[in-house]
């Protein structure tokens, strides 16, 4: 199979126009990199034999994704999958060795230097792991720093920066260096530097994972909070699967510089495509992840579709369980006033278990 | 290799960087066109007169008495410096400095500047003989009176021995800047001695004092006037008589050092213009007993050169007045 | 006076120290194996083609009869050739005006209001409150010893000098670490430069310039910028180099434009290290500012130089001590403001941040200079001066008199020269003369080898050639004998003292400030005593040499003890060891790659006194470089000053620890 099959969108929920498109993208370290993408035989090889046979390495091998207005875009994979050299890829922070970048349409690849400044000052920023916060500067004038160099005057973009600092709830440490501030703090300041500058796009780096596991949480939370208030597109790349699948509307998993399963995390959790990714995913709570509508089974007769407890097909798994358990029998689907089908037991407990939609046939036959 | 584009743009900068820094070099030292030599800036009766200041006290007399009468007398303002003899000579040439009092002989030099160059000129007689030899202290020749033979030397040698020296008796040199022709004397007249130089006139006279306080004996390159003579009595070692020429070639040298009548030397352009200054200077004539005076104040009582200038001003008026320019 | 720029390379020593001798055990008895086999090829050989002793004359090149000539050149040409007229006469011009307009900037602020200035400015640069209060302190106690000891006026002058040769060095110091700091080609071509710039004596800078600019203002400004800038050039480079990639690439990120990413965050984040490149620029400045005396550069160096030829210890100390206490406040200054980047927390009156303290300070300063030109003379009155060069020279008549002889036991400092010079010196200068010179070459080349690469081995063999090429063979070998002799002393005593303040933390306290003036004291204020004490011998030369390079050992090895990882000697002390095996069998073993250090140190600093030694009768190198300056022969001074460079090159080479790699200096 190749990454290509995978990297179509496989859901529709957000049909609108593609905020990034990339295509084929390409980014290989090392002697003549330049021809490793054009060699159909270098495609084939695996990382290791491609380093040995070629002395490069290929960070990023022939993705192609699209990312949505509005949506939240996680990309995820183990250390050295090639998802940091691929977010930088993006706004070309890094040189990509070929393919297509598009942002709104517009070729990212093919943009001169003041162009590329532009869409950095504008409409891509990005927060890093490590904050890359300016030490000598107290917090307001860190957040200020894009405005900065954008050529916003001193007062105007101070009041601009005290806003932001406010919304990611830092107010009264404006004048603190980044030095005198916890983890958390500094990846608020980082935060609001990104937004400070009202960007189309935000890029995310890890940023969560040089934190405490309970500071992250609420780092997590206040992403979450962010784009529920401004709705803005959001690119996340992390290691971590929960914080993955807690953000993610959609998620791409990397491995060895290729995407190998692009979809929300219903679709990761409940059908990996391939060993790799079901082993990734087999300790999540699946039941906090898929819904009920993968669960559901259609109605046997009339009556079911008429009595018992209601649960959207939406809602997770663990909330139609406690439904099911409550009232000791199966429960009713019901999308817009209809019954679309139903969940017992039985199904519930399948999806907790893992077992596939086929596995589940073979278990009832 | 996060710094791909980085790297570019670095190099970018650098280069927009080199080149305005080139550029505006360029402009400064174009744009103000020939610099000034430093010599015809202030020609006429300019009253400030530049003196150098050698390194031996003797020399330094010189300049305070002439120093504090051109400042008192005729109100001047003088600046001196100290440096190297041949260095002073270049200095000279280039208007640096206005005069050289004592000199103490610099054929090469002299020839160069004064005679082809035409930027110094002779500035006569300062009165005082200058005399360079070989010397043991007087305690030493009173008990050994033939040591003031050169030709005793030989016998004398392992009195002269020290660590340096080895199996020879040593001879001990002074700073580099003094002319020499030891090495050579020792070979062509078969001398069991071994110069050792002590790179300064201060760490010359810091050993003397040194045998001289522990009554012993030693030989050493030597020259009067020095104020130190006055405190060490010292007594000269007799060489194959000076003939003129016979130090002609320097590896064949096998005479006496010559007795030099020191001399003074001034900037062309200063000797013409310096008005009461420079007439003054060439004026400017005393002796040897004169200056050992002042330097042993310098010297010995440790009086700084104007006090000591000072003092000696005001205890000899008759001298100085025949210095004066005439009105 | 300051601690070394960067902590030498430590590669987790206590891991790999085992495995890393094995190897080294390992590798250097193969390369032993190699270099016996070649000594069996190549010794029979050079004896059959050579036979021994000196250096054949038919290999040498005379290269101080072109250099008489360049001289020559420029005498009859420097009033006429465009080289000089539209070029370095501006130079040396823009140079005599800039220095004159400091001195006389300086002077018409009067003595109180300069000290104000100057106290002032210590406050602020400290950061005001109370650790600016301390470094104010210090500030007017400097001024007040440079006044009463009758220094004001040359003070001033050699202030003036510093002002200017500071700034120009590191506008240029800046300039050319930022090239570095950009561009790693640059950064590859500068390194060597800076490199063999740091094993070069000051001495050696001085002819060149006499050469060209002739005695005077220019030539000694000229020298001290070239001789301080590179510590400011490679700390700028450091700096730039070693800027936190993450914040470089946020800045991208925001898309910051080349000349914006080096304002808003390479320059501000390279400014401790900038800071301390300051400071050490400062160091070697005011150095090089009183060695250049020689050339005519006036101020404190003068008077010292002068107070020589009288023999007058006395007032030489009375110049020396402000050179010294000028470091103090300069270097605590500078220090204190390193420190205070990135830590600075806003509290206190406005009135006292940023520019306000700046202008605050300038108000101050002429408030107390009007009040000055109003109310009193502008020279430091003359009856507040002390005069401490009787008693001093009375005491040193006094301790030279009682410690030169007749000691029972010890003998004295004359018997022990005398010794010292008959069963070390001698011998190991006769046995380095009567090697056959392509035996030395061998040598050479064989412990670089062993020490680095065939890279290493290929510069040293080459820069001892070109001292044989020269001309300069048996000199260069007496110079090189003094060397070792002090090298070894210098070691000795070093390593012992560094260990002892290591243990003992009162110890170091009371040793600091000495070993801090030690190194600041102008040399030749301490020749004469060496000179009354051991007198006109190679002795005195090597004496000269060890106080000057001790206090960089002493301070190294302290340094590189106290920095043992303490879990290791927890280790230890939790198995029973006792201190003496702690420090055997931990400490000093852990601290090998300070004490190789420090023997890399103790060789240039070491050879960069030689030249002193000349003026003490040290004679060989030294000598001609002090005749060459003295006497305006260029040939013999410029020739004499390229084999100190050479062998500074090849002792350099065969002390570094491990070559290639990069080390830290200290350049006191």
């Known amino acids: 199979m190749t990454a290509a099959e995978h990297t179509k969108p496989t859901t529709d929920t957000n049909a609108a126009e593609p905020v990034f498109s990339v295509r084929n993208l390409w980014k290989v370290f090392g002697p003549k990199a330049d021809r490793i993408p054009a060699n159909p035989e270098c495609a084939e090889l695996s990382a290791e034999e491609l380093r040995a046979r070629t002395g490069c390495t290929a960070a990023v091998r022939d993705v192609s994704f699209d990312v949505h207005k509005g949506e939240v875009f996680v990309v995820m994979g183990l250390s050295g999958s090639g998802k940091s050299t691929l977010v930088r890829c993006l706004t070309r922070l890094i040189e990509p060795t070929s393919g297509a970048i598009a942002i709104d349409g517009e070729d990212v690849l093919s943009m001169d230097k003041s162009r590329l400044r532009e869409l950095r000052r504008h409409r891509a920023s990005m927060v890093f792991q490590h904050f890359g916060l300016l030490p000598h500067r107290s917090v307001l004038d860190n957040v200020a720093y894009g405005l900065e160099i954008q050529g916003v005057g001193r007062a105007e973009r101070r009041a601009k920066a005290a806003e932001v600092v406010e919304k990611v709830g830092l107010a009264g440490m404006e004048e603190r260096r980044p030095g005198q501030l916890s983890g958390g703090q500094q990846q608020r300041v980082g935060l609001a530097r990104a937004l400070a500058v009202d960007p189309e796009v935000l890029l995310f780096d890890e940023p969560f994972s040089a934190l405490d596991p309970l500071i992250r949480r609420d780092m997590q939370e206040e992403v979450i909070r962010l784009h529920r208030e401004e709705g803005r597109t959001m690119v996340f790349i992390t290691h971590d699967l929960s914080e993955a699948l807690r953000l993610g509307d959609r998620i791409a998993l990397m491995r060895d510089g290729r995407i190998v399963q692009l979809g929300t995390p219903e679709e990761i959790v409940g059908s990996p495509a391939d060993d790799y990714v079901r082993d990734f995913v087999r300790d999540v709570a699946r039941e906090q992840v898929m819904t009920v509508r993968t669960a559901m089974r259609p109605a046997d007769d009339a009556r079911e579709t008429e009595t018992g407890a209601s649960v959207s097909p939406d809602a997770t798994v663990s909330a139609a369980i406690e439904a099911v358990a409550r009232t000791g029998e199966p429960a009713r689907v019901m999308e817009n006033g209809r019954c679309i089908g139903i969940v017992d037991h039985q199904g519930l407990l399948a999806v907790v278990a893992g077992l596939g939609p086929s596995d589940q046939k073979a278990v009832a036959a | 290799m996060r710094m791909n584009t980085g790297n570019t743009r670095n190099t970018r900068v650098l280069r927009t960087a080199t080149a305005a820094a080139a550029a505006l070099g360029l402009l400064a030292l174009s744009g103000c066109g020939a610099a000034e030599t430093g010599k015809s800036q202030e020609a006429g009766d300019k009253k400030t007169v530049k003196l150098t200041v050698p390194s031996w006290v003797g020399a330094q007399a010189n300049t305070a008495v002439a120093a504090y009468l051109l400042e008192k007398e005729l109100g001047y303002t003088v600046k001196t410096q100290q440096m190297g003899e041949v260095l002073a000579w270049d200095a000279l040439s280039k208007g640096d400095i206005d005069g050289i009092l004592e000199d103490w002989g610099h054929p090469k030099e002299e020839k160069s500047y004064v005679d082809t160059k035409k930027t110094v000129v002779r500035g006569g007689d300062l009165g005082v003989t200058g005399h360079i030899g070989w010397f043991v202290p007087k305690y030493f020749a009173d008990k050994h009176p033939d040591v003031t033979d050169w030709k005793n030397l030989n016998k004398y040698a392992d009195e002269f021995k020290t660590a340096e020296s080895g199996d020879k008796g040593e001879i001990l040199e002074g700073s580099p800047d003094y002319v020499t022709n030891d090495d050579a004397i020792i070979k062509n007249l078969k001398l069991n001695l071994k110069t050792n130089y002590s790179g300064s006139e201060a760490s010359q006279i810091t050993a003397m004092k040194k045998y001289a306080k522990a009554k012993k004996p030693f030989l050493t390159y030597w020259w009067t006037p020095q104020w130190l003579n006055a405190e060490i009595d010292m007594v000269e070692v007799k060489l194959p008589e000076y003939k003129e020429g016979c130090d002609a070639d320097p590896k064949k040298v096998a005479c006496a050092y010559p007795k030099t009548p020191l001399q003074k030397f001034f900037n062309a352009d200063f000797a013409k213009n310096g008005g009461k200054a420079a007439q003054f200077l060439k004026n400017f004539k005393w002796t040897t007993e004169q200056q050992n005076e002042v330097a042993l104040m310098i010297a010995d009582e440790k009086l700084s050169p104007e006090a000591a200038a000072e003092k000696w001003v005001k205890a000899n008026e008759s001298t100085w007045k025949a210095w004066m320019p005439k009105k | ?668």
């Open chain 3, 1 to 668: 006076m300051t601690a070394a720029v960067t902590a030498p390379p430590k590669d987790r020593p206590a891991v790999t120290a085992g495995r890393f001798a094995a190897v080294v055990r390992h590798r250097a008895g193969r390369k032993l194996l190699a270099l016996a086999v070649a000594a069996f090829v190549l010794v029979p050989l050079g004896a059959a083609l050579w036979g021994g002793g000196s250096w054949p004359a038919g290999l040498t090149v005379d290269v101080s009869g072109p250099l008489d000539d360049a001289n020559a050149w420029v005498i009859d040409n420097r009033e006429s050739h465009p080289l000089f007229l539209y070029f370095l006469l501006h130079l040396s011009n823009t140079a005599t005006d800039a220095v004159d307009a400091v001195y006389n900037g300086l002077d018409s602020l009067g003595w109180a209001g300069f000290a104000a200035m100057g106290v002032l400015f210590a406050w602020r640069a400290a950061g005001l409150g109370r650790r600016g209060a301390k470094t104010a302190g210090i500030a007017a106690v400097v001024f007040a010893v440079c006044g009463l000891l009758g220094m004001w006026d040359a003070t001033l002058l050699t202030i003036a000098l510093m002002v200017v040769a500071v700034t120009v060095a590191s506008v240029l110091g800046i300039l050319l670490g930022l090239a570095a700091g950009l561009s790693d080609r640059f950064h590859r071509m500068l390194r060597p430069v800076l490199d063999t710039m740091q094993v070069m004596p000051a001495f050696a800078y001085l002819l060149p310039f006499v050469l060209v600019f002739g005695t005077g203002t220019p030539a000694a400004l000229f020298c001290t910028v070239i001789y301080a800038a590179p510590p400011m050039a490679r700390l700028t480079a450091l700096g730039l180099r070693g800027a936190d990639a993450g914040v470089l690439e946020a800045s991208a990120s925001l898309g910051a434009g080349g000349w914006q990413r080096l304002w808003t965050a390479r320059l501000p984040l390279a400014r401790k290290e900038m800071l301390l490149g300051l400071n050490q620029t400062i160091m070697m400045a005011l150095s090089m500012v009183v060695i250049a005396a020689l050339v005519g550069a006036g101020g404190l160096g003068e008077e010292v130089y002068s107070a020589l030829s009288t023999v007058d210890v006395g007032k030489a100390l009375a110049a020396g001590i402000p050179i010294v206490l000028i470091a103090v406040w300069l270097d605590r200054t500078t220090a204190a403001a390193g420190e205070r980047i990135g830590t600075s927390v806003p509290g206190g009156s406005r009135l006292l941040h940023g520019w306000r303290a700046w202008a605050l300070v300038a108000a101050v300063t002429a408030a107390v200079a009007a009040a000055n030109r109003a109310l009193a003379p502008l020279t430091w009155p003359e009856g507040w001066t002390y005069d401490i060069s009787t008693p001093v020279n009375k005491a040193q008549d006094w301790v030279t008199e009682h410690l030169a002889s007749g000691i029972p036991v010890l003998g004295g400092t004359e018997v022990w020269s005398e010794n010292f010079t008959l069963w070390v010196l001698n011998p190991l200068r006769d046995g380095l003369v009567w090697l056959p010179w392509w035996a030395l070459l061998l040598t050479v080349a064989a412990l670089a080898w062993l020490v680095g690469s065939w890279a290493t081995a290929l510069t040293s063999t080459l820069a001892m050639g070109a001292i044989g090429v020269l001309g300069v063979w048996t000199k260069s070998l007496d110079t090189l004998s003094q060397v070792i002799a002090a090298l070894f002393v210098t070691l000795l005593l070093g390593f012992a003292l560094g260990i002892a303040a290591a243990r003992a933390g009162r110890f170091e306290r009371w040793m600091r400030p000495v070993l801090d003036a030690m190194q600041t004291m102008p040399q030749f204020v301490y020749l004469i005593p060496v000179v009354a004490l051991f007198g006109v011998t190679r002795a005195s030369a090597i004496i000269a040499a060890v106080v000057y390079a001790l206090p960089a050992v002493v301070r190294i090895t302290t340094q590189g003890i106290r920095e043992v990882d303490p879990s290791a000697l927890e280790a230890s002390r939790s198995l029973g060891a006792g201190s003496r095996q702690q420090l055997f069998q931990v400490q000093l073993p852990l601290a090998r790659p300070a004490l190789q250090l420090a023997v890399n140190q103790g060789v240039v600093l070491v050879l960069a006194v030689v030249v002193v030694g000349g003026l003490v009768g040290g004679g060989a190198l030294g000598y001609d470089v002090v005749k060459g300056l003295s006497r305006g022969e260029m040939g013999v001074g410029m020739t004499a000053g390229a084999a100190i460079v050479c062998l500074g090159l090849v002792l350099d080479r065969l002390t570094q620890p491990g070559a290639g790699r990069s080390r830290g200096r200290n350049d006191g």
